[in-house]
Structure formats: C-alpha cells, structure tokens
C-alpha cells in the first residue's frame, strides 16, 4: 500500500534555505534576534537572521536621538532547513510564521543565496543614506547649499558660509530672487546636503585628512563589523563631494579615485566605486612613491578581502623607513592585517 504524500512540501532533509517570514513582535533586528536566539538555545539549533534596518533621527524635547526602524516593516528572513523553519515557526509564543507563496510551485516564499546576498547588499546600501547630518559631523565648505532640518528655521535653504571672526556657529546665506539677502545662524541644527560648491581649493588637505578615517573604516568592513554613524557621515559627505572633483594633478588624482573606489564599496554603492576604480587604472602608473604605492594598493587589497596579496605587498614594501605621520600610519595597517592574518 503506497503512502499518501502532501503535495508542494518542501523537502526535510533539504540544505538550509533564507525562508521569508512575518515577525509580529516587531521586524526590528533586536526584538527578531532575540527571539531567535532564544529559540536556537533551546531547540539546538543555528538559525540565522536578517532583519535589515535604516537609521531615523529624531529630536525629542530638545534630545537628539537615532533609532532604528525595520526597511521591511514586519518580514524577517530566517535561513535554515524546513524542519528547523517549522518548528520555529510553531512555537507557543508563534512570533514568527511562514509568508505563504501564492504566485510559484512552492508553498512558502523562499530566497537563495545569491539573490539573498544582492539585497543585504542593497540594504547595507539603504542604511548609509542617513537623511540628513549635523553640522558637528560634517566638514563643510563656503558655498555648499543646504537645507536647515530641524530648528526654527527648518526648510531653510542656502548657502553655507563660516561665521566671520567665531570659532564656532554656523551661517547660512539665502538670496531670493537676487533681491533680497538674509543671514541665518543656523549653529548645529541638522542640515541636508543639497549641492557641494564647486570652488574647493583644499583637494590635498582634505585627501589626507579623510585617510584616518578611511583606514578606520576600512578594518571594521574587513572584519564584517557594523559601521557607526560618525564614519558613514565622513565616507557619504568626501565621496559626495569629491567624487565630483577635478583634478589637474595626475599623482593627487590617482590617491584620491583609490579613496573614493573604497569609501564608495564600504557605502555599497557597487556602480560608482567601479567608476572611480576604472578612473584609477588611467593614471595609476603616474604614482610612483613608494609610500603612496604600499597605502594604495593596501587599500585596494583590504577592499577584495585579499590576504595574499596583502602578504606580497608587505614583502615588497617592508624595508621601507617610516619617517612621517602618514607612513607610520601604513605600516601600522600592514601590522594589523598581517596579524588578522594569523
């Protein structure tokens, strides 16, 4: 006698898969992985979740605050095998259930790996367009048009200029109809970059001023670390505002197509990192110091998580003196990876 079989089960024994489901305790990641966690300890069980996220400021009786909300309001993905699937999804608390798959073959909506992995990419993408910066994070410049976000003077929209003879506040120009000229002091409240003023004179001192920062980045994106805030506002505000720079000086231009390929991969904006890397290879051969060499392609190394050539660039460049600020800096990195390494 043959046994009856359900039609459009899933296979049990399948290799794990990302399953779609709905959280109704909340789709944020804390609230999801918590229960899922708690769930793994006691079922023996290594399920893993994405719930991914966007930052939202706020300003709440003067505090200012970031959280956290769900880009895909209830649904989480959870990768497992069926059987595991299910039997999370059958708890008492019943947080998570099955998202059924009314348009395919199978019974519940499923994504593989591949597809999974270009909409973390995505989402990574999503998270590092944070909708505005205070004017504490960011390094602007005269001339750069800006939208005041919150404060008295929200929807306020200029440019900005530095306030003459003060260490600090901040000044926004308005010019309606090239009538009429109004001065803001608009100090730290939260502003939009509009347009980045095209008449900036300091490319150099800005290029070794964002290395720190890139360099800092750059150990967090290797070791799969979530980015904090101050550094995407440092990596979006130099790619957007060098990424348009024209630069007459060959070697200054190679340096800074390296620095914006990274800032650009970090932010996973994949099209315009490709942009700078294709601009890079036209006038990589004009670099020809040593120091310059040894950052750049450590750079472009840490970027393709390539551990080998990282080794055979420290071979090549390891009897280097380090004299200054910046190439202690270098060798300090190769030191660090050489020993993530290990």
Request: glycine residues 4%; positive net charge.
């Amino acid at each position: 006698m043959e046994t009856a079989t359900i039609k459009n089960e899933p296979d049990k024994g399948a290799q794990p898969v990302w399953y779609v489901l709905n959280h109704i305790g909340g789709a944020t990641r804390n609230t999801a992985q918590k229960s899922l966690d708690l769930f793994n300890q006691i079922a023996k069980t290594n399920l893993e979740l994405f719930a991914p996220t966007y930052t939202i400021r706020e300003v709440k009786n003067g505090v200012e605050k970031f959280r956290d909300a769900s880009l895909t309001f209830h649904y989480v993905f959870v990768k497992g095998t069926f059987d595991e699937v299910k039997r999370l999804c059958g708890q008492p608390t019943n947080k998570f259930s099955f998202l059924l798959n009314r348009s395919g073959k199978e019974p519940y909506a499923t994504i593989d790996d591949r597809k999974m992995m270009q909409f973390k990419n995505i989402a990574k993408a999503y998270k590092n367009c944070l909708p505005c910066f205070s004017l504490e994070e960011v390094d602007l410049e005269d001339g750069d048009l800006v939208q005041v976000v919150t404060g008295p003077f929200a929807g306020v929209t200029g440019r900005f200029i530095p306030k003459a003879k003060s260490k600090n506040g901040n000044v926004v120009l308005n010019v309606y109809g090239k009538l009429m000229t109004i001065v803001y002091d608009v100090k730290s409240l939260d502003v939009r970059v509009l347009e980045f003023s095209r008449n900036s004179t300091r490319a150099n001192d800005q290029i070794d001023a964002f290395v720190p920062y890139l360099l800092k980045s750059l150990r967090i994106y290797y070791d799969n670390g979530e980015q904090p805030q101050d550094l995407i506002a440092k990596l979006t505000i130099f790619c957007g505002r060098m990424g348009a720079a024209k630069l007459n000086n060959r070697k200054l231009d190679a340096r800074l197509q390296v620095l914006l390929y990274a800032g650009n991969k970090i932010l996973f904006n994949a099209a315009e990192a490709e942009v700078h890397l294709e601009k890079f290879k036209k006038v990589m051969e004009s670099v020809t110091n040593a120091w310059t060499q040894a950052l750049l392609y450590l750079i472009l190394a840490v970027i393709d998580f390539n551990r080998n050539t990282i080794e055979a660039l420290h071979e090549k460049y390891k009897d280097l003196e380090a004299t200054s600020k910046m190439q202690k800096m270098v060798a300090e990195e190769y030191r660090y990876y050489l020993e993530e390494a290990d």
